[in-house]
């Protein structure tokens, strides 16, 4: 069986690993590592004899304690070594391990071969959660510091990028050079970082603080054009935190196969070499890839300086990132967009519906379960409804606290309580009993009247949330607005009981009530509403959220011309490029071919790219209008944003457009900036449906065809021919290719084709040794749900109802992945969203009034 790579609680601690010195060699071709390593330790318990490194799969040549010989043995896990003698707490030793090895994972050797013969050499390290043992004997877990220094040789023409300031480069015999990195400053090992091969360097600086970028040979010059940011956004984080940057240089390396987004090794963070966008598309796209940079910029504060003492608390580390995310967008792309992205992924997560019962903090996860939607995208909103609640300065003041008072240190949830009330002087018990340790959100059902005599408006809110395992009633401050032809009032007032009834003064009957106005809180809310508060809301309400609540709202008013009216002109002239999106998608609910002329009209008025590839998703939900598809063709075939030919591409798949087959066949051949439209169009076969598509889908599915390209083949060649085992077999076959991103295609592409012949070969992944940390839950939530719905069974197919993905793309808030893994995982969760919203609809009265 693997080695579990996540023990939920830290571990009792034998001794203090004070610093490493680790030199390494690499044997390219074997894909082996040559290491010695020598670990300077101090005990903490008496009666000490043994000291207990993790270490797996690692061939120890030889250990020396204090430059004397030792005696060691070696288990699956681990390699004890013997002290000469019994020793007290404070003792010292130095422990010099000489090994080989071929690391299975947390060393990864890309190398160019058959298939892919002029892709740069690259290696690289991937210690998170505990991998590090893979390829360094040590102490993995995060609840111990270390400074170490990094010894890589190398061939002389390689780039090397480790922890920390680089002390020199010297000559080695055979052709080699020899690199230093010295980390000064301490950090946990899974935060170690290796990294060698051919690389192009850029480099940059901000205030004498070393910057540089890496990208795979040959792809320098798109460095600067995606992470050219990253200077503001150490000047802005250093001002809002009240702490500096605490690392010697900050570098960022580019790999490609990286087996996550991103990670945030101390000074030196590894992105997927995806996050380097073709300069042509980025215009495509408002925010870039700053999500990315800014969450991984983010942990050099949250999780490298302060780090969770165990996997329990990694919110503490990723809640902090992403509610980062945030922080930049707000101030460098304006409020607009940073709450369009929180009112996106507050109805993401809501879709998620597995998150619901878990809290933020808990320990009964399965292997790499921590790192999930409760601990990035809940904890950052609950970060941002913390600030909201105690107030700007309070909290910015407690955030600097926290990390002055537990600098250089290991962390509990507790530690950042304490930071709070020593600050502040404010109890959060109640807020972190709710948000924290308790699970769930706040379901809201609201109604409100209004009594012409008492000039008094009643609201009535009750909490529908089921109150079962660690859901319970939320205690939630929130501002209803109530306005009236006088104007706009605020009351604040704060819900906190199953049901109770709020009165309010209005001097005539309200035009618009807002309950939670602004859309702070993590919350669902059925507000029962007429159709003509929904169209006041749409066209009035000052904040973003509200009016994109009125758009999902007033496209549940089945056959009404004034709500498909009030959403075309919300399309084309609301200031929000958010709302004109919600809208757009809106009315691709609707549906009909009223919707669909609203859409086409706003395409003249929209040149955004934003809201032109949600304007094309939307045309992709209308049926049986023909003017459509060939509206849809002709934008295909030409358009001024990338990003609505693409949408287009997959519109016309999901229509199922007469055309569509030959259309879509040419656009895989046609030219854009790495292969765009080439990935939309065989993404988009598979929507259509049509097995004649299967012998392209096949050809582009091969080895040695562009990853991307591959992906969107596998995901297509899933939707196609589910009669055929063949064809589940060839996808299967996928589940050993070494490279990741691969290897996830195929794992999320039997869970969709429905074929419970898949399972054996999912469950037998499960036991490989070689499973990266996010790839144990995705096979797991694959194989339930080919258990739940196998094809055939009650009609019901895993991929139903997909949603576009352009449109899911650009509502994207926080993922940390490339573009097209972007793509690919918002669809899955759209298609989740989907078929929740289906199910709410057909609860719904047929009546004018909606629930939001």
């Given at each position: ?467 079962e395992g660690r859901v319970g009633l939320f205690q939630v401050p929130v501002d209803v607005e109530i306005t ?142 023909p003017s459509v598809a060939a509206k849809l063709e002709a934008i295909a075939h030409d358009d001024r944003s ?59 599915s091969a080895a040695g065809k562009p990853i991307p390209a591959r992906n969107a083949a596998i995901a297509s ?136």
């Amino acid at each position: 069986m693997p080695i579990r790579s996540d023990e939920p609680y830290a571990r009792t601690r034998d001794y203090d690993l004070l610093h490493s010195r680790i030199a390494l060699r690499f044997d390219v071709e074997r894909k082996k590592v040559l290491g010695e390593v020598t670990h300077s330790l101090a005990i903490l318990r008496d009666a000490t004899s043994t000291v207990a490194f993790d270490s797996v799969n690692l061939t120890i040549q030889s250990v020396t304690v204090n430059k004397a010989t030792a005696k060691f043995q070696t288990t699956p896990a681990k390699l004890l070594v013997s002290l000469p003698s019994a020793a007290h707490a404070g003792d010292k030793f130095e422990i010099d391990i000489r090994y080989e090895g071929k690391p299975v994972k947390g060393l990864y050797f890309i190398l160019p071969d058959k298939d892919y013969p002029e892709r740069p050499t690259q290696i690289w390290s991937q210690g998170e959660s505990e991998d590090t043992r893979y390829y360094l004997p040590t102490y993995d877990y995060p609840n111990d510091r270390l400074t170490t220094e990094t010894i890589l040789t190398v061939p002389a023409a390689w780039l090397t990028v480790g922890n920390g300031k680089l002390v020199g480069v010297t000559d080695a015999p055979g052709g080699m050079k020899t690199w230093v990195w010295r980390e000064s400053v301490p950090s946990s090992t899974y935060l170690i970082t290796v990294v060698a091969g051919e690389f192009d360097e850029v480099k940059d600086s901000f205030h004498g603080l070393p910057l540089t970028y890496y990208a795979p040979k040959g792809r320098g010059d798109r460095l600067m054009p995606n992470y050219n940011r990253t200077p503001a956004m150490i000047d802005l984080f250093n001002k809002k935190i009240g702490v500096d940057y605490p690392w010697e240089k900050y570098a960022q390396v580019m790999v490609d196969d990286f087996v996550a987004g991103g990670m945030e090794n101390s000074s030196a963070t590894t992105n997927s070499a995806n996050s380097l966008k073709n300069p042509k598309l980025i215009p495509e796209y408002p925010t870039n890839e700053d999500d990315l940079i800014s969450h991984e910029l983010a942990h050099q504060w949250f999780g490298d300086l302060v780090t969770c003492k165990d996997w329990g608390d990694v919110w503490l580390n990723e809640g902090f990132a992403t509610f980062f995310e945030a922080v930049w967008k707000e101030n460098h792309y304006g409020r607009e967009q940073a709450d369009y992205d929180r009112w996106t992924t507050g109805r993401e997560w809501f879709a998620k519906t597995d998150l619901y019962a878990k809290p933020i903090v808990r320990f009964d996860f399965d292997e790499s379960e921590e790192f999930d939607g409760n601990a990035y995208e809940k904890a950052g909103l609950v970060l941002y409804m913390l600030r909201r609640q105690i107030g700007e300065q309070a909290f910015w003041s407690s955030v600097k606290h926290y990390l002055q008072v537990n600098r250089d240190k290991n962390v509990v949830t507790a530690d950042l309580i304490r930071a709070i009330e020593e600050t502040d002087h404010v109890n959060v018990d109640r807020f972190f009993h709710d948000w924290i340790f308790g699970a769930g959100a706040p379901r809201f059902d609201l109604t409100y009247n209004y009594d012409e005599a008492k000039h008094q408006l009643s609201l009535k809110v009750k909490q529908t949330q089921k109150t079962e395992g660690r859901v319970g009633l939320f205690q939630v401050p929130v501002d209803v607005e109530i306005t009236t032809p006088s104007g706009p009032k605020l009351y604040p007032i704060t819900v906190s009981k199953e049901a109770e009834t709020f009165p309010f003064p209005a001097d005539s009957a309200p035009l618009m009530v807002l309950f939670d106005k602004g859309g702070h809180v993590l919350k669902a809310a059925d507000f029962h509403k007429d159709k003509r508060d929904w169209l006041f809301q749409l066209k009035h309400a000052s904040d973003l959220s509200d009016r994109a609540d009125a758009a999902v709202a007033l496209a549940k008013i089945k056959n009404d011309e004034e709500a498909v009216a009030a959403l075309g002109n919300a399309v084309g002239t609301d200031k929000a490029l958010g709302v004109r999106a919600a809208a757009a998608d809106a009315l691709g609910r609707v549906g009909t071919s009223a919707a669909a002329k609203q859409l086409l009209a706003a395409l003249d008025s929209n040149d955004q790219p934003l809201v032109r590839g949600h304007i094309v998703a939307g045309l992709g939900w209308v049926k049986n209008d023909p003017s459509v598809a060939a509206k849809l063709e002709a934008i295909a075939h030409d358009d001024r944003s990338w990003r609505a030919r693409a949408a287009a591409l997959q519109s016309l798949g999901r229509l199922k457009a007469p055309n569509a087959l030959s259309v879509l066949s040419a656009a895989v051949t046609s030219d854009s900036p790495d292969g765009f439209l080439r990935d939309a169009a065989l993404r988009s076969l598979g929507y259509l449906g049509d097995d004649k598509a299967v012998p392209l889908l096949r050809e582009w599915s091969a080895a040695g065809k562009p990853i991307p390209a591959r992906n969107a083949a596998i995901a297509s060649i899933a939707r196609l021919d589910k009669n055929n085992r063949e064809l589940t077999q060839q996808v299967a076959s996928y589940l050993s290719e070494p490279r990741f991103p691969i290897r996830e295609s195929a794992i999320f592409a039997l869970g969709n084709r429905g074929d419970v012949s898949a399972i054996p070969a999912l469950e037998g992944l499960l036991h490989a040794d070689d499973l990266s940390i996010e790839m144990v839950p995705m096979i797991k939530e694959q194989i339930a749900k080919l258990q739940k719905h196998p094809a055939g069974k009650d009609g019901a197919q895993a991929d139903a109802d997909d949603a576009d993905e352009e449109g899911a793309q650009s509502a994207s808030a926080g993922d940390r992945s490339s573009v097209s893994q972007r793509l690919d995982k918002l669809e899955r969760l759209v298609q989740e969203m989907a078929e929740r919203l289906k199910s709410i609809d057909s609860r719904l009265p047929p009546s004018k009034k909606a629930s939001d």
